[in-house]
């Protein structure tokens, strides 16, 4: 399959024809939406294995972002500010952005990105030092996911996993901030470890198949992308609450879970990313649970780390599920370098946040969904009745 043409996905993305009256007064209700969303075939998808449009820029994009968190993981272990290890590795995700853009709008892209995770950094610790009360700040974090989510398409942040890394970024920031020494130790850590995304990007580039290079899409009306963001950013402040009222440790996992499931540009891609990543987690969670019961080195960890990254990146365009099985690993692993646990509860929590923030996002998206959008969700699962 050539770059330019479509895949299944790409043409579920494409915009719903519009629904004539009958459709609407017969089809459009959100009990057929959910009801299509929950059929034996909506399950059977989700497990569908389709290839990416390009591997070799997919193995690429994971061995530039491996090598970006590698660097800057060993130069400030080796520094006088090792405790801030876990931070580098947050910018150098900056790699992940703009895989299939030219050499120059690659680099801006990912400087871009650079700067949006350190500005996630940054203003979350601001907020701990400044003294903001942890409900508060699971609110700050839920409102960042609609934030990013408009930068995302503002600035066409497009061939990476958009704004769920900068929501990711943000929550592994939300700890205590006592000193001002230690919000400015966050933030050149984690600029540093994007300056190295850039540097490595910038150096490998041209490794990438220049046929392969692609324009971005159009970011569509800001009505349109406020009502995305909106949307993401209730499910998310609903989803982290729900986990903080809990007294669950991590509220951002979920609030994460939901905005990622919310990215889907159609109901049954929503439902399919939470599925697959509800399953994805628990294999992945199980996975870092025996590595951390082995009480790892920091250079276990940190190998484990740029490993999973890359694998990540080849797998995760066959099936999300996939590519969920190796991330789960490796934000957990990285939580772990910027907070030490000794508690083998974070892989278990890991898996309740996400389920809690899966479920709620795709409900989110089914009540604040269009008539547009279920008609099409109807359509298609008309078509795939037909087939069978």
């Not at 995700?93 to 650079?114: D, M, N, P, T």
């Amino acid at each position: 399959m050539s770059l330019n043409e479509p895949n299944d996905a790409q043409r579920d993305a494409a915009p719903p024809a519009q629904p004539n009256a009958s459709e609407r007064d017969i089809k459009a209700s959100r009990a057929h939406t959910a009801r299509h969303l929950l059929t034996t075939s909506q399950l059977r998808q989700s497990l569908l294995i389709t290839p990416p449009p390009s591997v070799r820029i997919a193995t690429i994009a994971g061995f530039q972002a491996g090598l970006a968190i590698l660097v800057a993981l060993l130069t400030v272990h080796l520094s006088p500010w090792s405790h801030m290890v876990g931070y580098p590795a947050l910018g150098g995700l900056a790699a992940l952005f703009g895989r299939y853009a030219s050499l120059q709008h690659r680099r801006r892209i990912v400087a871009i990105s650079g700067a949006l995770l350190v500005a996630g950094v940054f203003f979350t610790s601001l907020a701990s030092y400044a003294g903001v009360s942890p409900g508060l700040m699971v609110l700050l974090l839920a409102l960042s996911a609609g934030l990013y989510t408009l930068a995302v398409s503002h600035w066409g942040l497009v061939g990476g996993p958009g704004a769920v890394i900068f929501v990711f970024a943000v929550g592994a920031s939300l700890g205590q901030v006592d000193s001002l020494g230690m919000l400015l130790e966050r933030t050149v850590a984690t600029s540093w470890g994007a300056l190295v995304a850039w540097i490595v990007c910038a150096l490998t580039d041209r490794l990438r198949p220049h046929g392969m290079f692609m324009p971005p899409p159009p970011s569509g009306p800001i009505s349109h992308q406020l009502i995305v963001a909106a949307r993401i950013t209730a499910g998310a402040a609903m989803a982290a609450l729900i986990t903080y009222w809990a007294g669950w440790q991590y509220p951002a996992w979920a609030a994460i879970g939901a905005a990622a499931v919310m990215q889907g540009t159609h109901l049954h891609l929503t439902m399919n990313r939470s599925l697959q990543r509800m399953a994805g987690t628990v294999i992945g969670a199980c996975i870092v649970w025996i590595i951390l019961a082995q009480n790892p080195s920091f250079w276990t960890v940190m190998i484990a780390v740029v490993a999973f990254q890359i694998i990540t990146e080849i797998v995760i365009g066959y099936n999300y599920a996939l590519g969920q099985i190796a991330i789960t690993p490796m934000a957990l692993l990285m939580t772990h370098l910027a907070s030490p646990v000794a508690s083998s509860n974070m892989p278990g929590e890991r898996v309740f946040d996400t389920i809690v923030g899966a479920a709620i996002g795709v409900i989110f998206a089914v009540i604040f969904s269009t008539v547009d959008d279920r008609i099409y969700l109807a359509r298609r699962h008309g078509k795939l009745k037909a087939r069978r």
